[in-house]
Each structure stands twice: as C-alpha cells, then as structure tokens.
Nanobody
Framework: QVQLQESGPGLVKPSQTLSLTCTVSGGSITTNYYYWSWIRQPPGKGLEWIGYIAYSGSTYYSPSLKSRTSISRDTSKNQFTLQLSSVTPEDTAVYYC?????????????????WGQGTQVTVSS
C-alpha cells in the first residue's frame, strides 16, 4: 500500500519561500513509471495542479507558476519537495502530494491514485 504524507510549516510570510516535503512509503519514487505531483486547493476554489517530478527525475511545472516553482527529490529518503518562492496571500491553500501514471497525467484529478491527506499553508504576515 502506497502512502504519501506532506510536511512543512503551516504559516509562511509574504515574499518568503514555501517549502513542503512529501514522504512516500510502500513504493519507490525512482522505480515504476509514475509522476509525483503537487496539487493545491485555495479556499473556496477547485484543485490546481502545480507540477510534478517524474520517476526519471525530470520535472514539469504549471505555466502560471513556473517562474516561482521548483520540485526536487531526495531518493535516499524517498521524498520529494516543493518550493514556491515569493508567496502572496493568494498562495494560501491546502497543498497535496499525489501520484499519477504518465498516461493519466493532467487535470482529471480522479485519475491520481494515491494522495496525501493534505496540509494547510497560510500566507500571512
């Protein structure tokens, strides 16, 4: 059984960098053909895809967030990390990590088969 768990600070000040880590158990992020993704849901809005890091280590980001986003991984810990720079209150959201098969990748979020429980991040001074 694959499990994903997000961790990181729940409060970030404007202009700072948001950093979240997803720890994966029950499966390796480097073997098997999956995209390991970050997705968020602002209050009162729908899910928004942020980006992914593939099993190969390659990354791809949402065009609207690309300039501020970086996703990396620590294979020794089976973790991948999101960094979102220059945050504003509009980045306040519940942030999720999730897994999807490459053939199912996209914004049809029902196709993502494993999700973390989500972590609330608030951007406020």
């Amino acid at each position: 059984q694959v499990q994903l768990q997000e961790s990181g600070p729940g409060l970030v000040k404007p202009s700072q960098t948001l950093s979240l880590t997803c720890t994966v158990s029950g499966g390796s992020i480097t073997t098997n053909y999956y995209y390991w993704s970050w997705i968020r849901q602002p209050p009162g809005k729908g899910l928004e895809w942020i980006g992914y890091i593939a099993y190969s280590g390659s990354t791809y980001y949402s065009p609207s967030l690309k300039s501020r986003t970086s996703i990396s991984r620590d294979t020794s810990k089976n973790q991948f990390t999101l960094q979102l720079s220059s945050v504003t209150p509009e980045d306040t959201a519940v942030y999720y990590c999730a897994r999807v098969e490459p053939s199912a990748w996209g914004t049809e979020f029902a196709k993502y088969d494993y999700w973390g429980q989500g972590t609330q991040v608030t951007v406020s001074s």
